[in-house]
């Protein structure tokens, strides 16, 4: 029996007093303002004029007048980490989220499964009557539960959320998105040629989850998390956005960050006195460390007046695409807050905008037409991008900019993404605006701010206590500080020490000085203990042009000693620098038992490739069983991958086909000698794999591969497969159709199946020779 009821129970209802109290959720205090945070992905310090550098953002602009700027906000420098810190108020590493979710290891600050003892900011609005929706990019899963196999609980709307709008992973295409709507996938509700785009598409859910709950209560508060797929690569955009840009970027990136520098200091974000970092400060192509091992080129620029023409026009191109890409989306998060306006919402909105960490280095010293290059420890060459220039930011595109405009798109700090003791990689924009209650403010204010101290900033303002115990996890304590203060005194003190580890770099902030090893972030270096500590006084010397480790060892000395204390404090350890390519195929939990043979079944939900069949390295082979109904009948019976590599097999003009996109820059297409007639068959591709592929620039393997149509041997060809994943954030595994990306120009995606059925299709990848394919293989399937 309940002893909350207030009211007066009898046995006639009609004498009974009711009281709704007890089954009524908690209300929001009266007035209490919506809340929506804005997370920029790879936007650099130095990109938008809203910071003083070339691309226009009048949103962002708008936003920056009703508010303040922070000139001194800092992130982790990767997208997961920071992320976990700017939904709990806790360092990346408590959070297990040194690194990106799909690259997880079993070790308490990198397994990637942030504890639900750290309580997400939505998870407390939700308890406090707040509606809450996240939109676009998430990243917080691990890897291996991004399948509908997986259990949800660290999906959205298992931390908190109450809708859920956007992709899973840690980038998406913008033309041919993997959307989940709430806990299931969905297909865009459109093509490019329909005029459809991931950023107007997200700013539409953004608007319809408002106006839903406000229609029905509009006194309730929200808390919107909206993370567009922007800036990350790739680097998609209609060409008349980015046409928009021709000419700003024709003098290359040396020459652009003297006027970049030039507006921020106008801005005040930094002092009169900064200099420009200079060019590839540790080392050049084919330079050595510290300790004699080789420099990754991956982390140098080109000088400009190095390049020929070709080169020039290639990466002015690419820099008009990304420029064009960033002011499109601010012209979408615009709609959201035209909405805001014109519901009379804006006002009573806390705003917050950051970026998730500095502009990426991973398209290169080259740049790239498909950046899934760099997972598969591929170099990108100009000669091989050259060809595809006018392609770029289009849908048969995957590009990324080259790290000569990550470094200008970071001005004027030295390096970018990753790089955690450099403040290229973790020093970025910061924008805060609540026009009913903090006036705004025109000079930046230029306290040390971190990621993780937005959320009890957000409780403070809120006027919410982190409560001791949620959902029945006692919570972990706060680790981030509050910086609510600076809204309305300018002098207010700041945040004296901030922890920083990220692939394999040290570094710590404390009292206006940075301590930081010198150790390329994936590098493979090893070897921590012979790492080469620098000394910067950001006080004096935002940009680390001056290292005072010579100068001031025993204040060095003090502050390694207080990495390690920290690091024992908030999982620090162990250290991990390995290459992206080892940690993409490193061991970790995969769903389901391993096994040898998968099982994939037509009109189900496309299976990522974290939690399917893995060919990288081996045999394999491909069997549909299809009954053929109609002479006519056409399409994909499996595919896996996109334009930016997979491959598919599939029955065109009357003919069977297999094609191998090895990493979108090489498609061989296999196909039948003859056709394939009415009725029941088992259409096979059996790949046998030679050896590694003796071609430098096409690493992988080599091997032969072989078409059946039942027990005849109906085709062959030689092909060479990807040294890693295809894409293992999206364009996943799918029957009777290629959802996504094509992964051939031979047909447009999805390209059904058509005029027949499909039974399933095995792969299986035991290795073994299927010399009798109708008594080993037809055996799988119910065709008769």
């Known amino acids: 029996m309940s002893t909350n009821h207030r009211g007066k129970i009898t046995v006639d209802i009609r004498d009974s007093v009711p009281d709704w109290t007890p089954y009524l959720p908690r209300r929001a205090p009266e007035g209490a303002p919506n809340v929506l945070m804005i997370v920029w992905d790879d936007v650099g310090y130095g990109t938008m004029d809203v910071f003083g550098g070339p691309v226009e953002t009048p949103t962002m602009q708008r936003i920056a007048r009703a508010g303040v700027r922070y000139s001194n906000f800092h992130t982790t420098a990767l997208c997961s980490p920071t992320r976990a810190s700017l939904l709990t108020g806790r360092n990346a590493t408590t ?35 707040w509606n809450t929706y996240c939109v676009g990019k998430w990243h917080l899963t691990p890897g291996e539960e991004t399948n509908m196999s997986a259990v949800k609980t660290r999906w959205p709307l298992g931390r908190g959320f109450e809708r859920f709008y956007g992709f899973l992973g840690g980038e998406s295409s913008s033309w041919y998105p993997d959307l989940v709507y709430d806990n299931h996938p969905i297909e865009p509700p459109g093509t490019p040629e329909q005029g459809y785009h991931l950023a107007k598409d997200l700013a539409d859910h953004s608007i319809e989850f408002i106006r839903d709950a406000k229609a029905v209560d509009p006194d309730k508060p929200f808390f919107l998390y909206l993370a567009p797929e922007t800036a990350h690569a790739p680097h998609h955009v209609f060409a008349e956005w980015a046409d928009r840009y021709r000419g700003v970027f024709d003098d290359g990136y040396e020459a652009i960050r003297d006027g970049i520098l030039l507006r921020q200091k106008e801005i005040g974000l930094l002092p009169p006195d900064t200099e420009l970092s200079s060019i590839n400060p540790h080392g050049e192509p084919d330079a050595t460390g510290p300790d004699g091992q080789l420099w990754p080129i991956l ?229 921590f203990e012979r790492d080469e500590w620098e000394l910067f006084h950001l006080d004096t010397d935002r940009s680390q042009t001056r290292n005072l480790a010579d100068d001031e060892p025993e204040r060095l000395a003090m502050m390694q000693g207080l990495w390690f204390y920290y690091a024992g404090r908030y999982n620090g350890l162990p250290l991990d620098d390995r290459s992206p390519i080892e940690q993409v195929l490193a061991e970790r939990p995969h769903a389901g038992s391993g096994r040898d043979r998968y099982v994939y079944y037509p009109d189900s939900t496309d299976v990522p490739e974290s939690a399917g069949v893995r060919i990288t390295g081996r045999s394999y082979t491909i ?129 059904a199946f058509t005029g027949g059925t499909i039974d399933k299709v095995v792969v299986d990848v035991s290795g073994e020779r299927y010399v009798d394919h109708e008594a080993q293989v037809r055996g799988w399937f119910v065709l008769d």
Not at 315 to 337: K, N
Not at 346 to 354: A, F, K, S
Request: glycine share 12%.
């Open 299 to 527: 982390d140098t620029v080109r000088p400009w007046d190095t390049l020929d023409d070709d080169e020039k026009r290639l990466f002015t191109r690419m820099a008009e695409v990304f420029a064009g890409y960033v002011s499109y989306t601010d012209h979408q998060l615009g709609r959201v807050i035209d909405h805001l306006e014109e519901s009379g919402q804006l006002e009573n909105t806390i705003i917050v905008v950051v970026s998730d960490n500095g502009a990426s280095g991973e398209g290169g010293p080259n740049g790239s037409f498909n950046e899934w290059r760099f997972f598969n420890g591929v170099p990108d060459t100009t000669e091989s991008t050259l060809p595809h220039l006018a392609e770029l930011g289009g849908p048969r595109s995957y590009n990324h900019y080259n790290t000569g405009w990550a470094w200008a798109f970071d001005t004027p700090f030295p390096y970018w993404k990753r790089w955690a003791g450099y403040e290229g990689g973790v020093a970025d924009m910061c924008l805060l605006a609540w026009p009913a209650k903090v006036p705004p403010r025109s000079e930046p204010l230029q306290q040390y701010v971190h990621a993780v101290d937005v959320v009890p900033t957000l409780y403070e303002l809120l006027g919410i206590e982190p409560p001791a115990v949620l959902k029945g996890y006692t919570q972990n304590p706060i680790e981030g500080e509050s910086f609510a203060a600076t809204l309305t005194d300018p002098n207010a003190p700041a945040k004296t020490t901030q922890f920083y580890t990220m692939l394999g770099q040290r570094s710590l902030y404390h009292e206006g000085w940075l301590a930081c090893s010198l150790h390329p972030p994936l590098s493979g270096w090893g070897r």
């Open 623 to 751: 069997a549909a069983g299809v009954r053929v109904d109609d002479a006519d009948a056409r399409g994909v019976l499996y595919a896996h991958g996109g334009v930016a590599g997979g491959h598919s097999l599939y029955i065109k003009d009357h003919r069977l086909h297999y094609a191998f996109n090895w990493l979108g820059s090489d498609v061989r297409d296999v196909a039948a000698d003859r056709d394939i007639g009415p009725g029941a068959h088992v259409c096979t591709a059996e790949f046998s794999a030679a050896g590694a592929n003796p071609d430098p620039a096409m690493p992988g393997f080599a091997g032969t591969l072989t078409l059946y149509v039942d027990d005849e041997e109906v085709g062959s060809g030689d092909i060479v497969t990807q040294p890693g994943p295809f894409n293992i954030v999206g364009d996943g595994i799918c029957v009777g159709r290629d959802s996504a990306s094509p992964v051939t120009p031979e047909y447009e995606a999805p390209f």
């Open 95 to 129: 959070n297990g989220m040194a690194t990106v979710t799909e690259l997880g290891s079993g070790f308490p600050g990198i397994s990637t499964h942030i504890p639900f003892e750290n309580g997400f900011v939505s998870e407390v609005l939700a308890e406090n009557g």
